[in-house]
């Protein structure tokens, strides 16, 4: 298969249109199901540090009218999974020095998508690790699951976060890689108009 026949399939169509054109309002969307993913993660903080509810109570947003979505471990894992399939796919739209940190996102997400899928291998099974009643991950042997996975979470969002204040706002370097829109550049103002004069 020559390399001109691989850019023009529909597949390396789609990637480049992803990480160009439709670069923005994908990490815009994308965005939306990180924020969402806090959300549920700090609401079950709040539900036990503030509130002070048991643990197996404390299920996040969804997790209160879905309670199987958490029990199930389908509801992280389906944002672990997503999360790291945009990290994926969004990552060839990253030049420079965004993209070492996306990389270092993309890393540190891809280990935390492994102690989701050790979760719901368990519940799935319905045998847990080590003999405890409910599903273990591997570090939580170490640290306990609630604040290990906010660390998880704070661990990955950190370096995808410098990586698009990179990626928005490239170096001089980086701007001649920079194929799509998410770049600010500043406004300059339009060129004042001589006026006629009679």
């Known amino acids: 298969m020559t390399t001109e026949t691989c850019a023009t399939t529909p597949w390396a169509r789609f990637m480049e249109r992803l990480n160009s ?23 079950q903080a709040l539900q036990i540090y503030v509130l002070g509810w048991n643990i197996p109570d404390s299920r996040g947003i969804l997790g209160l009218w879905y309670p199987w979505l958490v029990k199930s471990e389908l509801l992280h894992y389906g944002y672990a999974l ?3 399939t945009a990290f994926w796919l969004l990552r060839t ?8 940190w996306w990389n270092v996102a993309l890393i540190i997400q ?10 719901q291998g ?5 045998s847990n690790l080590f003999d405890s009643p409910v599903p273990m991950s591997l570090i939580q ?3 306990p ?8 979470n704070s661990v990955v969002f950190l370096p995808m976060v410098i990586a698009m204040y990179y990626h928005m706002f490239p170096s001089a370097e980086d701007e001649a890689q920079h194929g799509c829109s998410c770049a600010w550049k500043p406004r300059t103002s339009p060129a004042i108009q001589p006026t006629a004069t009679t």
């Open 141 to 143: 042997l170490w640290v």
């Open 21 to 43: 054109d439709w670069h923005e309002k994908a990490m815009q969307i994308y965005m939306v199901v990180v924020l969402a993913h806090w959300a549920e993660h700090l609401a």
């Open 82 to 84: 997503v999360m790291l």
């Open 110 to 119: 891809f280990w935390h998508h492994i102690e989701h899928a050790v979760l």
């Open 145 to 152: 699951r609630v604040e290990l996975h906010l660390f998880y």
């Open 93 to 100: 739209g990253f030049k420079g020095r965004s993209r070492t």
């Open 122 to 126: 368990q519940a799935v099974v319905g």
